[in-house]
């Protein structure tokens, strides 16, 4: 009874089924799949195998990867670099939010904002060969470290390994900056100006405002990107990566993305790639779990989840 | 903190100590002003730098410095990207492949949020929860390599195209613009017999133009900006976009610089002025569509911000 009610049903609405059904197809094979696909993580695949016909061999080659100096020199380099650009690039758009929204001149905000959006649009291979420009021997940065006498001589700062991490985590910086303050501004423009008004009848300072009034209400939306920039910890920046990196600087460059691109695509180790993939997944859904309870715990229980 | 942070935080005897306020504001608004100011030149001027040098002869390449203005304008490095008929062809590619993946992912994504926006579409709550999956899961780049493979996709110009046909988070913004339209539109369109695909085309879409506009701009920088594509799956270089064209070109660059170091001999290379033109014909496009992103944007993210 309800089957043919069903039947009769779908048949009715078959033009709109038609309309979605290129979407789930979409989603089950381009998402799904590869999904599927993770088992080969715990085979032994070579180009010759398909997925299903490959051998099972278990957790060996998580072993082989957490005895693999090199995997754990690129896990170095991720942490340090992550923890970077946590400490840098999650502050400077909060600071920078409440500095925009602080200003009373509208056509000097206007153009800070859409001068510091714009190297959001720009792809990282654009701003990776102006990056080697500005940092070669004869560019702006070293134009200005030797001017202001920082500097006495040129240093080419691309082949030196220690210099890569803060390049990486700067360059980063300058480029989403700017754009990181959109959901601050939003949250912001959300918050009633009586509270301003009332502060500012009680003498409060613009300090004082800030500390009082912006950032208390900001708590629920700073923790809510915190979180996520947790989760993406582990998650380098292959773009950014694959155009910096160079034989000299690698020791220093290297993070797990750019290792499993390597180690996956450039060597043919698939089921090895696989596996580090697989393991850094893992390890980043338990990081955002975490920090999730703890920052429950400052926003009155309330979960982002 | 149980009750609401404000009210507690407004209390009057926190500010009512000192009286050299409008003092204060002053300061901060100077220091306010001149940090911004900073931080703007610090974003824009680099970018220009680099368009400055792309416009100086190769001779003094090396000494443009913090300069405003090329000493000695010349237009040869462009003379010489646009000499190299793979530039050209990686140009063109980039063109193809952004409209009509633009063209396709819009369509397509438009089509499946048009049915999603009905209640009473039958399995709904699957496809949701389906698409949901999307959001959150993923097989990683080699299984998905794999798939690309088994698809014939490699070396493949839509591979470009057929990957990056849906979004699910663009379906979800799209779905809940479709769902602002007034139904008495579609019903009186049903009166006089327009079937389903009608009242999408007819009505539907021409009513959404202002998001189909911010779907398209933001789909259109991603392909025009995306390189990782061709990286993972063309080998064939008559199929490179642009910034792939680019990133061979930054490579080989950088490889002959850095020997330049080992042996400290600075020469002016034709590939260092080649990259700088083609970094500045890879950005025009983005320049040009800025203003118009700038406009969407903030709408476009509002709309997907509000009703999720």
């Known amino acids: 009874m309800k089957k043919s009610h069903f039947g009769k049903g779908f048949r009715a609405q078959l033009p709109l089924q038609m309309m979605v059904l290129p979407g789930i197809i979409f989603m089950i094979v381009f998402c799904y799949v590869p999904i599927y696909g993770i088992v080969i993580a715990f085979k032994s695949y070579s180009v010759t195998d398909t997925i299903a016909s490959a051998a099972w061999v278990g957790l060996e080659n998580f072993r082989i990867a957490f005895s693999d100096k090199f995997f754990w020199e690129s896990v170095v380099n991720t942490l340090a670099i992550s923890f970077l650009k946590l400490l840098i690039g999650f502050t400077a758009p909060i600071i920078l939010s409440i500095l925009i929204f602080e200003l009373k001149n509208g056509w000097f905000k206007k153009v800070v904002q859409t001068v510091s959006y714009l190297p959001h649009f720009l792809s990282w291979i654009v701003v990776g060969g102006m990056l080697l420009s500005w940092l070669s021997t004869t560019g702006i940065i070293n134009e200005l470290l030797v001017g202001v006498g920082i500097l006495d001589q040129p240093r080419n700062f691309m082949i030196e390994a220690n210099s890569y991490w803060l390049i990486a985590v700067l360059s980063d910086v300058w480029k989403e900056a700017g754009w990181g303050t959109i959901i601050y501004l939003a949250t912001m423009s959300g918050i009633d100006p009586t509270y301003y008004e009332a502060a500012k009848m009680d003498g409060a300072t613009k300090l004082q405002q800030i500390f009082h009034i912006t950032l208390p209400l900001m708590k629920f939306i700073i923790s809510l990107m915190f979180i996520l920039a947790v989760g993406g910890l582990l998650g380098s920046n292959l773009d950014q990566t694959l155009v910096l990196i160079n034989p000299l600087n690698a020791s220093h460059a290297e993070v797990i993305n750019s290792y499993v691109y390597k180690v996956g695509l450039a060597q043919g180790d698939f089921s090895y790639a696989t596996a580090v993939g697989l393991a850094v997944s893992i390890v980043s859904l338990i990081l955002v779990l975490v920090t999730n309870k703890f920052t429950k715990k400052m926003n009155d229980n309330k979960s982002v989840f | ?308």
């Open chain 2, 1 to 308: 903190m149980k009750t609401n942070p404000n009210i507690t935080e407004l209390n009057p005897k926190v500010f009512r100590q000192k009286n050299q306020k409008p003092k204060e504001n002053r300061v901060f608004n100077i220091v306010n002003i001149i940090f911004l100011s900073l931080f703007t030149i610090v974003i824009i001027y680099p970018i220009w730098n680099i368009v400055v040098k792309s416009f100086s002869s190769p001779d003094t390449l090396y000494h443009v410095g913090l300069k405003l203005w090329p000493e000695d304008f010349s237009i040869i490095n462009y003379k010489l990207v646009f000499n190299d008929p793979t530039i050209w062809n990686a140009f063109m590619i980039s063109v193809l492949k952004t409209v009509i993946g633009v063209f396709t992912h819009v369509l397509l994504t438009a089509m499946v949020a048009y049915g999603m926006s009905k209640q009473n579409l039958i399995g709904r709550n699957f496809y949701t929860i389906l698409g949901v999956g999307t959001m959150f899961f993923s097989g990683g780049m080699i299984p998905t390599y794999l798939l690309m493979r088994s698809l014939g996709l490699l070396d493949s110009f839509w591979v470009y195209i057929i990957p990056s046909l849906f979004s699910y988070y663009d379906m979800l913004i799209l779905m809940n613009f479709f769902r602002e339209i007034p139904h008495s539109l579609e019903e009186s369109a049903k009166m006089d017999g327009a079937g389903v695909w009608t009242i999408f085309m007819r009505i539907v879409l021409p009513l959404s133009t202002p998001v189909l506009a911010t779907i398209a701009l933001f789909n259109g920088v991603f392909q025009w900006n995306d390189y990782m594509t061709a990286k993972l799956y063309i080998s064939n270089e008559a199929l490179y976009p642009i910034q792939m064209k680019l990133y061979e070109i930054i490579v080989q660059t950088q490889a002959a610089a850095n020997m330049q170091t080992a042996t400290s001999v600075v020469i002016p290379t034709t590939s260092e002025s080649i990259q700088l033109a083609t970094i500045v014909i890879a950005t025009v496009p983005i320049v040009l569509v800025y203003p118009f992103l700038q406009k969407y944007f903030l709408s476009g993210m509002m709309i997907g911000a509000v009703k999720e």
